[in-house]
């Protein structure tokens, strides 16, 4: 009996370590003292109004969640993130899209829905591998061409904005292989 006790709580603590070895924290202090095993960071609902600096040293990072926060614009620091494949930029205070997004090339996934954007970039085209794209509930009503460069886009979010059916039509036609989600607006207290 002891026996098997002991090998619970082994079991258990080799559970616990792989899950804090997960490389995932939610805690900025606890992944500076763990720089380099950080994969993913989780900073959302911190009332952020800038990303800490501190982040920008974990370089192994490939999933940042800056999501419900207070964020309006992202440092030009956040190009040293050379791994990050993942950006969840939803729920701040975006009026513009930052530029610099467009500089971070292994973006697989980049979520920035529920700001105040009003335009996307031209620009948008060199995020070539990017496969998800989430733009809902923002204040856009047309997107660039240039968008139909992105040809692993799978994902294109624009649930609850305004497209007109020409903008629609056009979107699917210049983006065939991608799966976009329209929706019209409404009050629904997002």
């Given at each position: 009996?002891?026996?098997?006790?002991?090998?619970?709580?082994?079991?258990?603590?080799?559970?616990?370590?792989?899950?804090?070895?997960?490389?995932?924290?939610?805690?900025?202090?606890?992944?500076?003292?763990?720089?380099?095993?950080?994969?993913?960071?989780?900073?959302?609902?911190?009332?952020?109004?800038?990303?800490?600096?501190?982040?920008?040293?974990?370089?192994?990072?490939?999933?940042?969640?800056?999501?419900?926060?207070?964020?309006?614009?992202?440092?030009?620091?956040?190009?040293q993130?050379?791994?990050?494949?993942?950006?969840?930029?939803?729920?701040?205070?975006f009026?513009?899209?930052?530029?610099?997004?467009?500089?971070?090339?292994?973006?697989?996934?980049?979520?920035?829905?529920?700001?105040e954007?009003?335009?996307?970039?031209?620009?948008?085209?060199?995020?070539?591998?990017?496969?998800?794209?989430?733009?809902?509930?923002?204040?856009?009503?047309?997107?660039?061409?240039?968008?139909?460069?992105?040809?692993?886009?799978?994902?294109?979010?624009?649930?609850?904005?305004s497209?007109?059916?020409?903008?629609k039509?056009?979107?699917?036609?210049?983006?065939?292989?991608t799966?976009?989600?329209?929706?019209?607006?409404?009050?629904?207290?997002?």
């Open positions: 009996m002891k026996c098997n006790i002991s090998i619970a709580i082994i079991i258990f603590f080799n559970f616990y370590c792989n899950s804090q070895s997960n490389h995932k924290f939610s805690n900025l202090q606890k992944a500076l003292a763990s720089k380099q095993e950080v994969i993913t960071l989780d900073l959302s609902k911190q009332n952020l109004k800038v990303i800490p600096q501190e982040v920008f040293e974990l370089h192994n990072l490939e999933v940042l969640i800056l999501s419900k926060n207070k964020l309006s614009e992202v440092s030009p620091d956040i190009l993130l050379k791994k990050l494949t993942h950006l969840d930029l939803s729920r701040n205070n009026s513009t899209f930052p530029k610099e997004l467009v500089h971070l090339f292994s973006l697989l996934s980049l979520k920035i829905n529920r700001n954007i009003t335009s996307i970039p031209k620009s948008i085209r060199r995020l070539e591998n990017l496969n998800n794209l989430e733009l809902w509930s923002n204040n856009i009503k047309l997107l660039p061409n240039e968008i139909s460069e992105l040809k692993k886009l799978k994902v294109l979010d624009l649930r609850t904005m497209f007109s059916d020409a903008e039509n056009k979107l699917k036609k210049i983006l065939p292989r799966k976009i989600y329209f929706s019209n607006p409404c009050n629904c207290g997002y």
